[in-house]
């Protein structure tokens, strides 16, 4: 398909999906044919698609980036949550000579010295093994949601991602923490107990700490940098990130 049909397909999807429930929105993705690969970080959000595709068998890949610096709790997560719905979590990990070139650069910790080592960092744990674990897939299904940061907050149901040339779903887009606490306590989802210690987002463990009350939801990723738009490739343009650009990672 071209880029126009894909934009096309995107924007018909987007609005099917608003009208439906988070069962139905996913259903209708499996449904359409091609590979559906949902990303998880174990988050609460994650946790809530997870449940959703387990409890209704649905015909979609569910896949985790295990970067070698998450949390022990959400490791242990992976395990429980594919006991509990009787699925298989595939685990993809950074590649050795990535993380190799990375440490020759930058130092074990260097991404906390510079923005550029940071994302150099993300490179080689994350949007590496990310293109791997979407290899062939038609559609990439997200956590991603309108409150979880400013950002994110005309985040659409579907859209085209020109970069990877698939489209990307985000499911709980209009969800709240209302409702994903709701749908958790409905349905016995087992959740990473870092969120009850303060951590609304949880991300590789020398990267994040527990909120402040009245900080946004992310503000405890990468805390040490200022900008408040900090993300870490997966979910903008490579493009945009020039670190990234420059870096061979």
């Known amino acids: 398909m071209t880029a126009v049909t894909e934009h096309s397909a995107a924007k018909t999807l987007n609005e099917q999906l608003g009208e439906r429930d988070l069962a139905a929105r996913l259903a209708l993705v499996a449904s359409l044919g091609g590979r559906a690969v949902f990303t998880t970080s174990l988050g609460i959000e994650d946790q809530v698609i997870t449940a959703a595709i387990g409890l209704n068998r649905l015909p979609i890949d569910v896949a985790t980036l295990e970067t070698g610096r998450l949390f022990k709790e959400t490791v242990d997560l992976i395990d429980e949550t594919e006991e509990r719905f009787g699925i298989e979590i595939t685990r993809f990990h950074p590649r050795k000579d990535d993380l190799d070139e990375f440490i ?133 343009p490579e493009a945009a990130i020039p670190s990234l650009n420059s870096s061979s990672l």
């Open 104 to 236: 020759a650069k930058y130092g074990v910790n260097g991404f906390y010295e510079s923005v550029e080592a940071r994302h150099a960092c993300c490179g080689a744990r994350k949007l590496k093994p990310l293109a791997r674990a979407l290899e062939g897939a038609s559609f990439w299904i997200t956590g991603l949601r309108r409150g979880q940061s400013g950002n994110r907050a005309e985040t659409p149901f579907a859209e085209y991602d020109a970069e990877r040339n698939l489209i990307k779903v985000n499911p709980l887009a209009d969800w709240d923490l209302e409702t994903i606490n709701a749908y958790v306590a409905e349905n016995a989802v087992p959740v990473n107990p870092l969120h009850a210690r303060g951590y609304p987002s949880i991300g590789c463990e020398p990267c994040t700490r527990a909120i402040k009350p009245g900080e946004p939801e992310r503000a405890g990723r990468w805390w040490w940098e200022n900008d408040e738009k900090r993300e870490c490739g997966l979910h903008v």
